[in-house]
T-cell receptor, first 113, second 114 residues
Framework: AQSVAQPEDQVNVAEGNPLTVKCTYS??????LFWYVQYPNRGLQFLLK??????LVKGSYGFEAEFNKSQTSFHLKKPSALVSDSALYFC???????????FGSGTQLTVLP | KAGVTQTPRYLIKTRGQQVTLSCSPI?????VSWYQQTPGQGLQFLFE???????NKGNFPGRFSGRQFSNSRSEMNVSTLELGDSALYLC?????????????FGPGTRLTVT
């Protein structure tokens, strides 16, 4: 069975500072990894994915994530946080040939002005 | 291109009733998945439909069912509603082609069971 852990329920960062939202995963096989963001009363918006290739993946709104196979991690990063980045972030995993996403518990990111 | 649409957006039902939720995927997308989001359990996979066939099903009781039509629109039905079914139900669509695994989510249907 696959699982995703987001060890921090809440991350606070000052505007302009770099941000990191952590994600580790457990799967049997090669994972396909995703980050989604959810704003209040909205569905999930796709940010980025890792399928294969370069371990550093760039996505929407200046976000990027690094796939680390040895540490089974896929942390989300942004060099300079904006107040508008404040939202709930979810990491998710699936396997090749599947489309069932297994989500982490979510991390509430608050960017302080 | 229009996004995933879900109707209704909000629904209030009484325990024991049944409910049907609708999802229209992005044009050209053939895969539709349903997820339940609650504060306690987080996001949980319900089922996925592709070409009118259920391909995968999560760990939910048989009260939860779905179907997909030839135009890829999908419906989800919950019978004999329980208080614990109160949740945000999210629909997601995907092209379902190799290396295009990202799913695009609708705004959700907020179901409240009283």
């Amino acid at each position: 069975a696959q699982s995703v852990a987001q060890p921090e329920d809440q991350v606070n960062v000052a505007e302009g500072n770099p941000l990191t939202v952590k994600c580790t995963y457990s799967v049997s096989g090669n994972p396909y990894l995703f980050w989604y963001v959810q704003y209040p009363n909205r569905g999930l918006q796709f940010l980025l994915k890792y399928i294969t290739g370069d371990n550093l993946v760039k996505g929407s709104y200046g976000f990027e994530a690094e796939f680390n196979k040895s540490q089974t991690s896929f942390h989300l990063k942004k060099p300079s946080a904006l107040v508008s980045d404040s939202a709930l972030y979810f990491c998710a995993v699936t396997l090749p040939g599947e489309r069932q996403l297994t989500f982490g518990s979510g991390t509430q990111l608050t960017v302080l002005p | 291109k229009a996004g995933v649409t879900q109707t209704p957006r909000y629904l209030i039902k009484t325990r024991g009733q049944q409910v049907t939720l609708s999802c229209s995927p992005i044009s050209g997308h053939r895969s539709v998945s349903w997820y339940q989001q609650t504060p306690g359990q987080g996001l949980q996979f319900l089922f996925e439909y592709f070409s009118e066939t259920q391909r995968n099903k999560g760990n939910f009781p048989g009260r939860f069912s779905g179907r997909q039509f030839s135009n890829s629109r999908s419906e989800m039905n919950v019978s004999t509603l329980e208080l614990g079914d109160s949740a945000l139900y999210l629909c997601a669509s995907s092209l379902a082609l190799a290396e295009t695994y990202e799913q695009y989510f609708g705004p959700g249907t907020r179901l409240t069971v009283t």
